[in-house]
């Protein structure tokens, strides 16, 4: 539903929602880590707001166009599609979404599908290039941030305000993905990413000089690298597969 020219920026908005989660959590860990001696709690008990903001969202959120086709419900449909365009002609749409739910309910088993010859360059994609971006060990620099600063000298006020600082380059890496994903196109922001990331490991490796301010620099740098393979992931792996399924 999206329009076409904004559509990558406005799945990678999805990203954005979670690195500003991130980042606000951060920032708040690192003030409650000052309240002593239940600033813990607060930290693990403040997960409860976001979690019935979900909760509660999920009992308004509306339905789409698409999904009130798949269920049968044709009248509801035009009526969401109008709501939707702003405009009260959306026959036409109307009748390619009908004919797209009905193509998809003609593939016989999609699923097994996916394991034929033609797709499997395909599927190895999609499995392959998130499986290699966790192996990277981005998600041990997200979660362990503060441990990981701890073991290299900081101390504990010090690793707290480092995770700040990773939370603030993921958020503002996302930015760079929502600014150039229709511009510069997503293959691009793939290839920059994983180049930059595999530029900072090497270079993490090789260092002599294991400074912390050398170290903490290319951990954030592989991490805005990191951003952007991500939001080649969110949005092109999937929907590639499903595209070349449907096809069948």
């Known amino acids: 539903m999206a329009p076409y020219k904004y559509r990558g920026a406005l799945n990678i908005g999805f990203q954005l929602s979670i690195t500003i989660g991130i980042l606000v959590a951060n920032v708040l860990n690192y003030f409650f880590a000052k309240i002593t001696p239940w600033g813990w709690r607060l930290s693990l008990g403040g997960a409860v707001i976001p979690a019935l903001i979900i909760s509660i969202g999920s009992l308004v959120l509306p339905d789409t166009p698409n999904s009130l086709i798949e269920r049968g419900l044709h009248e509801q449909a035009i009526t969401k599609l109008r709501q939707v365009r702003g405009v009260s002609d959306v026959e036409e749409e109307f009748k390619d979404l009908v004919a797209a739910s009905e193509a998809s309910k003609k593939v016989e088993h999609p699923w097994r599908n996916l394991l034929q010859r033609k797709y499997r360059p395909h599927l190895t994609i999609a499995i392959a290039i998130p499986f290699f971006q966790q192996l990277t060990g981005i998600n041990v620099i997200m979660f362990y941030a503060p441990v990981l600063f701890k073991t290299i000298g900081f101390k504990d006020n010090a690793s707290l305000m480092s ?27 793939f290839l920059e990413g994983g180049s930059q990331m595999f530029i900072c490991q090497v270079f993490i490796r090789t260092i002599h000089d294991h400074s912390c301010l050398v170290f903490v620099f290319n951990i954030l740098a592989m991490e805005f690298g990191s951003n952007q393979v991500d939001s080649y992931n969110h949005w092109v792996i999937n929907c590639w597969v499903l595209s070349e399924t449907s096809k069948i």
């Open 163 to 189: 995770a700040v600082i990773t939370g603030g380059v993921n958020v503002l890496a996302t930015w760079v993905s929502i600014y150039g994903v229709d511009r510069w196109g997503r293959r691009f922001l």
